[in-house]
T-cell receptor, first 111, second 115 residues
Framework: DAKTTQPPSMDCAEGRAANLPCNHS???????VYWYRQIHSQGPQYIIH???NNETNEMASLIITEDRKSSTLILPHATLRDTAVYYC????????????FGDGTTLTVKP | DAMVIQNPRYQVTQFGKPVTLSCSQT?????MYWYQQKSSQAPKLLFH???????NEADTPDNFQSRRPNTSFCFLDIRSPGLGDAAMYLC??????????????FGSGTRLTVV
């Protein structure tokens, strides 16, 4: 399985954009990039995913580099409720494959 | 709303006493996973069921077993819990094919305490 590397922690001012990087240099062609977040004592929550094109939904934007070796999750206007651990995962196309959680980034949004 | 439900939310068990955690889903997903998450660590996959096929991770201790009697339910059995098994146990589901966009749907977890 491809591994991911994320900074252990980041701070962001409330109302500003939070940009969370992820390195997945060993990603293979059939693997998607998924982002999840986990608020304390809850299960991880799906945010967004992509293969090679940039993606946007109501929660966030995902920017994937052309070589697919890294990506950035963008929370356009961070709020205090966005304080959480953010996990970047690469996941094989087939469900029979599994994905490994990296250590994640603890994002702290400050007033 | 379709969801993944884990019961109980908190479980206290005695050292060495078998314990079962349950997970149910209304998503009709064909794959179900069990993860173990210790304090301040990332979730670690224990095993998963692809339909009825059980897939164990190489480093999952024999003390951990699982059952999936039907599509909707999956159980995690810990035969002889030790103090080191205290953790949050997360159940997740997914539907075949990442392009479906569902990814993994997680339950809220069961926090297991061993005394």
């Amino acid at each position: 399985d491809a591994k991911t590397t994320q900074p252990p922690s980041m701070d962001c001012a409330e109302g500003r954009a939070a940009n969370l990087p992820c390195n997945h240099s060993t990603i293979s062609g059939n693997e998607y990039v998924y982002w999840y977040r986990q608020i304390h004592s809850q299960g991880p929550q799906y945010i967004i995913h992509g293969l090679k094109n940039n993606e946007t939904n109501e929660m966030a934007s995902l920017i994937i580099t052309e070589d697919r070796k890294s990506s950035t999750l963008i929370l356009p206007h961070a709020t205090l409720r966005d304080t959480a651990v953010y996990y970047c995962i690469v996941r094989p196309y087939t469900n029979a494959g599994k994905s490994t959680f990296g250590d994640g980034t603890t994002l702290t949004v400050k007033p | 709303d379709a969801m993944v439900i884990q019961n109980p939310r908190y479980q206290v068990t005695q050292f060495g006493k078998p314990v079962t955690l349950s997970c149910s889903q209304t998503l009709n997903h064909n794959v179900m996973y069990w993860y173990q998450q210790k304090s301040s660590q990332a979730p670690k996959l224990l095993f998963h069921y692809y339909d009825k096929d059980f897939n164990n991770e190489a480093d999952t201790p024999d003390n951990f077993q699982s059952r999936r009697p039907n599509t909707s339910f999956c159980f995690l059995d810990i035969r002889s819990p030790g103090l080191g098994d205290a953790a949050m146990y997360l159940c997740a589901t997914s539907r075949e094919g990442a392009a479906s966009g569902d990814g993994y749907t997680f339950g809220s977890g069961t926090r297991l305490t061993v005394v």
